[in-house]
């Protein structure tokens, strides 16, 4: 395996950087209809890696669920006759067996399997030792620890490269996108395990073509690592995800008109004046955290003056009044009130512990309500 494979540069990008691409139908249905696709993804991304579900996890039994071991031979023939890599999904030991078998260098785990530990440790027994790629998907549900646990299961193995990708989190909110983006828990990911790259998966968290591009601009404006978008050649047709699946010419457009931005730059006016910048910050936030000192002292002081005198800790007039204050305060600067009304939820909250600590305090529980 070279250094380059899965490796694309995107086209008008002035900062270009490589990147990682994982282009391809979400499952493998036909061997014309993996080939077709291969052909055209190869010729404008010969260093993309192949994508295709072998083994597809559904919902309910008696849908397509891939076309299985079959596909494996299919694949192969994609290989070689494209020179792309390929990936597909695993979920059991027995798929880890066959896909070694069928000489595949990446492989990666569905969110329906990053969620359970012990299948995870279980591929991980599988892969102890190989020479292979693997990426992680994040598990569906919103839980970072279970995504970095599941790399680091891997990593133990002693598996030679361990991927993220970020394919979004179910959510029960209304929301645009099929799987809610996310991305602070995306950055949370990559402070945990900053040396693990992290792939964006466009398309689940999209879930329709015209999301793609905005999802994948930001996830390179954010330094991600690379791409993974489904490609059919007839996403009509597409027996799996058929709506959000785009075919190669659209992917091509996609990604021309992305803006690839370099995470560092190396001229030197540009470190001195972030520098600056940032030193300006680290002062804004050191006067933040003085702030909250001082104002913890004086809910600490009210805390004191409400036990004394048997007034209940929660006090909802005063909190709706703060609450407004501040969203005024927001709306005339033009911060976001959204933002502004998250921030004092947790400062209310904050006070609430403090009072309901010292309400505590010598046993004397019985005056917190
Ligand atoms: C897929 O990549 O086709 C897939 C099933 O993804 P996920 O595990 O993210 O749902
Ligand atoms: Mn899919």
Redesign the pocket.
């Known amino acids: 395996m070279s250094e380059l494979d899965g490796f694309s540069s995107i086209p008008n990008s002035p900062n270009s950087r490589e990147m990682k691409t994982l282009f391809g139908p979400?499952?493998a249905e036909s061997e014309v209809q993996l080939l077709t696709t291969a052909r055209e993804i190869a010729q404008k991304f010969p260093n993309n890696i192949f994508?295709a579900?072998v083994w597809?996890?559904r919902s309910r039994p008696g849908a397509f669920e891939g076309a299985g071991d079959i596909a494996l031979s299919w694949m192969q023939q994609v290989r070689e006759e494209t020179g792309m890599d390929i990936i597909t999904?695993v979920a059991t030991p027995k798929h880890v067996e066959a896909i070694l078998k069928a000489g595949f260098k990446h492989v990666?785990i569905?969110?329906?399997?990053t969620v359970n530990p012990f299948s995870v440790q279980d591929l991980a027994d599988a892969f102890k030792g190989e020479d292979i790629h693997i990426y992680v998907?994040?598990p569906?549900n919103p839980d970072v620890g279970l995504w970095v646990g599941a790399c680091e299961r891997f990593q133990r193995a002693g598996i030679s490269k361990v991927f993220a990708?970020h394919?979004g989190f179910q959510s029960f909110e209304s929301s645009p996108y099929r799987?809610a983006p996310r991305w602070e828990l995306m950055i949370d990911f990559k402070t945990q395990l900053p040396n693990v790259p992290v792939i964006c998966?466009a398309?689940?968290i999209s879930g329709t073509p015209e999301l793609i591009s905005s999802v994948a601009q930001k996830a390179l404006d954010l330094d991600c690592d690379g791409l993974?978008i489904?490609t059919h050649i007839n996403p009509q047709v597409a027996l799996?995800?058929a709506r959000q699946q785009i075919t190669p010419d659209e992917l091509g457009k996609i990604i021309g008109q992305l803006v690839q931005r370099n995470s560092d730059s190396s001229s030197e006016g540009f470190h001195r004046k972030l520098l600056e910048l940032r030193s300006r910050v680290d002062s804004i936030d050191d006067a933040i955290i003085q702030s909250l000192i001082a104002r913890k002292r004086l809910v600490e002081e009210i805390g004191v003056y409400k036990k004394a005198n048997h007034v209940t800790i929660l006090q909802i007039r005063r909190w709706e009044e703060i609450l407004m204050r501040q969203l005024q305060n927001a709306n005339k600067s033009q911060l976001n009130t959204e933002f502004i009304k998250r921030l004092y939820e947790l400062i209310h909250e904050e006070s609430i512990r403090i009072q309901t600590n010292q309400f505590a305090e010598n046993l004397d529980v019985n005056n917190i309500n």
Do not use: F, V
């Not at 569905?110 to 399997?113: D, K």
């Open positions: 979400c499952s994508r579900g597809k996890p999904e990666w569905g969110a329906r399997t998907k994040n569906i990708i394919r799987n998966d398309s689940h993974m489904e799996t995800d």
